[in-house]
């Protein structure tokens, strides 16, 4: 069982919005402003997508996009491109015991 | 561009110690307080930290795992390693080993490809 909770899967059509939700707890992602997000296709690694919550490394489109309310953060990625068809991750610093935790993992399908 | 490569061996005896380095090029390992880290991926499954490593060799290991896993850095050779022992079926994963980004035990920018690590007799 991960430490953060993701819903298995999300879907949505070629142009749409589709939003991914990770919830923790006050001690992870509502405690920290540390909450990364990672895409991952079949058979590669995990790639960066955001971190502190909002912030977009060089080279990610500003399709995607990331807040954080209390315990859940979320991964917004608008204007849905079939390449956007992947396993999103999230990740969280944890401070107690000095953990990184990740979330379960959600398999984004473009329709 | 940074880049990191684990190796070691693919297939690891139930009971015994399993071994994979991480070596870092384009950058060095000691500069600008970077963290290192161990993450891994056990077939269909999501991800794990493992744990994470300071060039200085100050260690942060997750508790799940603490009482198997050693990791150490070689500043000369630019590498830092990971060791895993008592493994069981369950320990079959892909490793991957990255960096953290920001200060501290934050984000992972950079990742390795990963290696397929078997534990089977």
């Known amino acids: 069982q991960s430490a953060l909770t993701q819903p298995p899967s999300a879907s949505g059509s070629p142009g749409q919005s589709v939003a991914i939700s990770c919830t923790g707890t006050?001690?992870?992602?509502?405690?920290?402003?540390?909450v990364s997000w990672y895409q991952q296709h079949p058979g590669k690694a995990p790639k960066l997508m955001i971190y502190?919550?909002?912030k977009r490394p060089s080279g990610v489109p500003d399709r995607f996009s990331g807040s954080k309310s209390g315990n859940t953060a979320s991964l917004t990625v608008s204007g849905l491109q079939a390449e956007d068809e992947a396993d999103y991750y999230c990740?969280?610093?944890?401070?107690?015991?000095?953990?990184?935790?990740f979330g379960g993992g959600t398999k984004l399908t473009v329709l | 561009q940074l880049q990191l490569q684990e190796s070691g061996p693919g297939l690891v005896k139930p009971s015994e110690t399993l071994s994979l380095t991480c070596t870092v090029s384009?950058?060095?390992?000691?500069?600008?307080?970077?963290?290192w880290g161990w993450i891994r991926q056990p077939p269909g499954k999501g991800l794990e930290w493992i744990g994470t490593?300071?060039?200085?060799?100050?260690?942060y290991y997750n508790p799940s795992l603490r009482s198997r896993v050693t990791m150490s850095v070689d500043t000369s050779k630019n590498q830092f390693s990971l060791r895993l022992s008592s493994v069981t079926a369950a320990d079959t994963a892909v490793y991957y080993c990255?960096?953290?980004?920001?200060?501290?035990?934050?984000?992972?920018?950079?990742w390795g490809q990963g290696t397929l690590v078997t534990v089977s007799s």
């Open positions: 990255a960096r953290h980004g920001g200060s501290y035990l934050t984000y992972f920018d950079y």
């Open positions: 384009g950058g060095s390992i000691s500069s600008n307080s970077y963290y």
């Open positions: 490593i300071y060039y200085s060799g100050s260690t």
């Open positions: 006050s001690s992870d992602v509502g405690g920290y402003n540390y």
């Open positions: 502190e919550v909002s």
């Open positions: 990740s969280s610093y944890a401070g107690s015991n000095n953990r990184v935790v």
